[in-house]
């Protein structure tokens, strides 16, 4: 993103309409997250779907993947027609395969942190939008610690240890808690330039997405410390 930014800065309503933007489009997603993963727990023929075989949740998995990986690095090539509705269908997807929480934690439960996820993600993004300290050094080392978080996981996978699924947990919590500052930030250093045109909606898609995950992987790695299984 910071490639562009060699525009005018944007009028003060200019910005705040880039921000506003980036946080419907990651609302509206999460709210199709949600939808999606109550369809598919309630509907026995959405969920023998996604469940009932292996190779139909790994499908999708990797449709998720592959739709982050696309938007990531060829957004520039895409229309944002195309990008939002790629976004709209990593969401559904999303929600299908993260249904599974209901399926093992208790929904007063999953509720309850999704409500200490929320707070600590509004906390964490008004940080990152009046902070005056630069994040930049801290988003950089917080993604070193996301790459061997995903090491981390990959290799907890096989030897399934309760110990280091704990600490994957806590750690992972406070990156992306400190992921969200710095999105929150960089996405608000990127609205000063906003000039209205193309890229700009595309970018605001893509920062979107950013907090989204961001959003979700803490509640998921709280869910997995504090959620009370059936």
């Given at each position: 993103?910071?490639e562009?930014?060699k525009?005018?800065q944007?009028r003060?309503e ?9 946080y ?32 139909t ?7 998720e993947l ?10 520039r ?28 934690y ?9 409500f ?10 008004i940080y990152?939008m009046f ?12 993604m ?5 978080l ?6 907890n996978f ?7 699924e ?9 990156i ?12 608000r250093?990127?609205?000063?330039y906003?000039?209205?045109s193309?890229?700009f909606k595309k ?8 907090l989204?995950?961001?959003f979700i992987?803490i509640?998921?790695?709280?869910l ?7």
């Open positions: 993103m910071s562009i930014l525009l005018d944007a003060p200019v910005q705040r309409r880039f921000m506003v933007g980036v419907a489009r990651m609302v509206v997603a999460l709210v199709l997250t949600a939808v999606a993963a109550l369809v598919t727990v309630t509907v026995p023929e959405v969920l023998r779907f996604v469940f009932a075989s292996k190779y949740f790994m499908g999708l998995i990797i449709a592959a739709i982050v990986m696309i938007l990531s690095l060829l957004v090539k895409l229309s944002p027609f195309v990008a939002g509705l790629m976004f709209v269908l990593y969401s559904i997807i999303n929600g299908m395969t993260l249904s599974s929480i209901f399926l093992v208790q929904l007063g439960s999953i509720v309850t942190v999704f200490i996820s929320a707070g600590m993600f509004l906390a964490m993004t990152g902070t005056k300290t630069n994040l930049n050094s801290a988003g950089r080392y917080l070193m610690a996301l790459f061997g995903i090491i981390v996981g990959i290799v096989f030897l399934k240890s309760s110990m280091l704990w600490i994957y947990s806590v750690v992972g919590v406070a992306f808690v400190g992921l969200t500052a710095y999105d929150t930030q960089k996405l250093q990127i609205a000063i906003d000039d209205g193309q890229n970018f605001a898609i893509i920062g979107a997405l950013e989204y995950l961001d992987n509640f998921l790695k709280l997995r410390l504090f959620g009370k299984k059936k």
